[in-house]
């Protein structure tokens, strides 16, 4: 990566090819701004990433994906090469942080309609006496009935409910027949998709670094840009065996480096 100076501004030759290693040693050393602004355009990925683990919890996805942005920017800053950590290992919790932050400061201000409030309330006492009288728990209908509103009225308000009163992760369930109770966590549990989609970024671009000129343009043209192995061959001018054996090779690699991974 070589640094030059047209028309008085500083640029980088082969911007788009430099890695994000050579982009963070040099802004570590200068503190550019438009590297910075590389870094973390090139990361916003992760981000959006993280941000969609939050959506449907109260808040819109926009405000969210820009505290997430915040999140980035200080991760960015923050970030030190010398440590020997991927930059995303480092930005993951520091954006987290930052939504979980925001969380705290404006869950609880989300505005319901004041008659929402009253009605949630109201069912709430409802429920209760209305169990008792009838020795089960009252329909939405019912509930409906007794509190002299309609059912998509009862709906509302219970839904809304669960914005000022969310289930702890903690909460323990009866299994019935088993001896063993069972907490919220466990049925709602899942593989989490977004960090492993991380993960695998940070995979590529680690390995994708190892690779010669030649290698990682193949890998590009074919997995990126979605050309034919002849089509390569024809601009590299060498043949098609030739692209379909690097292919091959990139290939082994990649499975060589996974294997140290999962071994």
């Known amino acids: 990566m070589t640094i030059g100076v ?3 501004e500083k640029r980088i030759d082969d ?3 430099a890695t994000n290693k050579e982009l963070f040693k040099r802004y570590s050393e200068k503190r550019e701004e438009f590297i910075r602004e590389e870094l973390i355009k090139r990361h916003l ?3 959006e990433i993280l941000s969609k683990k939050y959506v449907n919890r109260g ?3 926009d405000d969210i994906y820009q505290v997430a942005c915040i999140g980035l920017i200080y991760a960015v800053d923050r970030y030190d090469l010398s440590k020997g950590y991927e930059f995303s290992s480092f930005a993951t919790p520091t954006i987290i942080g ?3 932050k925001y969380f705290r400061d404006k869950g609880w201000t989300i505005r319901v309609p004041r008659r929402i409030q009253e009605l949630s309330k109201k069912i709430n006492t409802s429920k209760n006496l209305l169990s008792q009288t009838l020795q089960r728990t009252p329909t939405v209908d019912e509930l409906a009935e007794y509190l002299q509103c309609s059912s998509e009225e009862i709906l509302e308000a219970m839904e809304a409910s669960k914005v000022y009163a969310p289930h702890s992760l903690d909460v323990v369930f009866d299994a ?4 063993k109770d069972i907490n919220l966590a466990e049925l709602i549990g899942e593989d989490d998709k977004y960090f ?7 995979f590529l671009e680690k390995n994708i670094e190892k690779l010669n000129s030649m290698e990682k343009k193949i890998l590009r043209d074919r997995y990126f840009d979605k050309k034919t192995q002849f089509e390569i061959a024809k601009e590299l001018n060498i043949s098609q065996m030739t692209v379909s054996r690097m292919e091959k090779k990139i290939i082994e690699k990649f499975k060589k480096e996974l ?3 999962y071994n």
């Open 45 to 47: 990925y992760i981000a």
């Open 259 to 261: 294997k140290k991974i």
């Open 15 to 17: 911007f788009d090819k």
């Open 59 to 61: 808040i819109d996805y």
């Open 6 to 8: 047209v028309g008085g």
């Open 196 to 202: 492993t989609t991380i993960e695998n970024n940070d």
């Open 98 to 100: 930052e939504i979980k």
């Open 176 to 179: 019935n027949n088993d001896d």
